[in-house]
């Protein structure tokens, strides 16, 4: 009896951290979450030594600021170009030639140490100042799982895809600040050469990446739309339907192989803006400045540097599965409010301090405010599933167009001894975005909501609203 009231806690347990809906998704589903834990895992060991490495080549701050924005402006076209092309060119062919690109990137920062080369290869390549995604896997990743896992389930799954791709950023940075310590201190390597050690091993799990793309099966090619079949399937029964079927099918010749309507522009623009602010939040406290501003101000070195990530990841981690229980009660979109005016304030506060012990309280208490697996849901949701990967995609590009500026006026502060005010033009683009969110979309359905109850209304004769709904030009 107590053993079969132990099953049902656990099975309940399982069920309100969102494990369970893990352990039911596919294997490609897996496979992916593994892939962003190894990306991740190579993306924070590489970031948290990036800006120190190109100090200790000789860049300036405001140098070094432009680097990482120039890099982010790369990602834009790499990520424009495969996002779009994805669905045409093959998911699985995609993710394989990102791979690719890290294991490229990886091998020239591990060879070469002038800085133009190094701009190149950053741009071209994949390398995250960030340590967060950057290049067109998380687009087209999150596109293939919204494919593969029901509705009810995203939530959780993209959850759990992110806190494993947290704890991949937390044993990415431990590791690699240790590393990096012990090669100078025992080795007695010099600093350039340590970090020299991270970039071939960033090389490494890049090939790791690769064969884990090749164990992906066809289901992660995109699938034709069901509605559409379904709608367009039953034009004989309701020929008073013809034209509404006609306006959802993909124009002839159409690029993007999907018609977009009015509405979905209106919802794009506006995630697009809300993700901007975000994003240029972001951009101005990157990783990499985040670890130099500790650093320089308050002299903690790689292997410190690597604990204190290392328990601030593991502390968003926590917040991540948090954030998807309390989304359940609370909603999703409040819940992610709350937590980024949460964030903003505390962003302003990290600067302040003169002692290293209160500010890395405030910067732990940033790690509170992590809800990166609800806003993935969130965008997923207000996408229709033949439109998701094209503009999660934009979204994507979006973001890290604005993140992008980040890093250049942030080192342009650092140079002139004003790293504060980069925290406190963060913290208040931080709250903005949480106050942005509740506004716009406080008491919204999700899209393929909409989507069902319109094709439901349809074949009644109209829209769920009582209108036909009118398609603009396909692109």
């Not at 013809?242 to 099918?249: A, L, T």
Request: glycine share 10%.
């Amino acid at each position: 009896m107590t053993g079969h009231a132990g099953d049902n806690i656990w099975i309940r347990v399982r069920n309100e951290l969102g494990l369970s809906a893990l352990i039911r998704s596919s294997r490609d589903t897996k496979i992916l979450v593994f892939q962003r834990f190894v990306r991740l895992f190579a993306y924070a060991g590489t970031t948290l030594v990036l800006a120190l490495h190109l100090a200790e080549l000789g860049n300036s701050d405001t140098r070094i600021g432009l680097f990482m924005t120039l890099t982010l402006l790369g990602d834009i076209l790499l990520s424009l170009f495969f996002t779009f092309t994805a669905d045409r060119l093959g998911r699985r062919n995609v993710l394989a030639l990102g791979a690719t690109a890290i294991i490229t990137s990886g091998l020239i920062f591990g060879l070469v140490e002038n800085y133009w080369v190094l701009l190149v290869g950053a741009t071209i390549g994949v390398i995250s100042p960030t340590a967060n995604e950057i290049g067109p896997f998380r687009a087209i990743e999150e596109s293939i799982v919204a494919q593969l896992t029901p509705l009810s389930e995203r939530g959780d799954i993209y959850s759990w895809y992110s806190l494993i791709g947290i704890v991949g950023q937390a044993l990415g940075t431990i590791i690699c600040g240790w590393a990096t310590q012990l090669l100078e201190s025992k080795r007695k390597w010099s600093s350039v050469q340590a970090y020299r050690f991270v970039f071939f091993g960033y090389a490494v799990l890049g090939l790791v990446k690769l064969g884990s793309t090749l164990a992906l099966s066809s289901a992660c090619e995109k699938e034709e739309n069901k509605s559409t079949r379904e709608t367009a399937d039953s034009r004989e029964d309701s020929p008073l339907l013809r034209d509404h079927v006609e306006s959802q099918k993909p124009k002839a010749g159409s690029r993007l192989g999907f018609t977009v309507t009015k509405d979905s522009l209106v919802v794009l623009t506006e995630v697009c803006f809300l993700q901007s602010l975000e994003a240029i939040a972001i951009g101005l406290m990157v990783t990499s400045w985040v670890a130099f501003f500790f650093n320089e101000k308050f002299g903690i070195q790689e292997g410190h540097l690597g604990i204190l990530f290392f328990i601030n990841y593991l502390i968003q981690a926590s917040a991540n599965i948090s954030a998807a229980s309390i989304a359940k009660r609370l909603g999703l979109v409040k819940t992610m409010a709350l937590a980024n005016l949460f964030h903003g304030a505390t962003l302003v506060l990290i600067p302040i301090p003169q002692s290293a012990p209160v500010a890395i309280l405030f910067f732990m208490l940033k790690g509170c405010a992590n809800v990166i697996g609800l806003r993935a849901a969130f965008i997923a949701s207000m996408y229709l599933p033949e439109e998701r990967t094209a503009f999660m995609g934009i979204t994507n590009v979006v973001r890290t167009a604005s993140e992008s500026l980040g890093p250049l006026v942030t080192g342009a502060l650092a140079g002139a001894h004003l790293f504060w005010v980069a925290f406190l033009l963060s913290g208040v683009m931080m709250a903005s975005y949480g106050l942005g969110i509740l506004v716009l979309f406080g008491n919204g359905k999700s899209r393929e909501e909409r989507k069902d109850q319109s094709v439901a209304g349809a074949r009644n004769g109209e829209n769920g609203d009582g209108r036909v709904e009118r398609t603009i030009e396909t692109i």
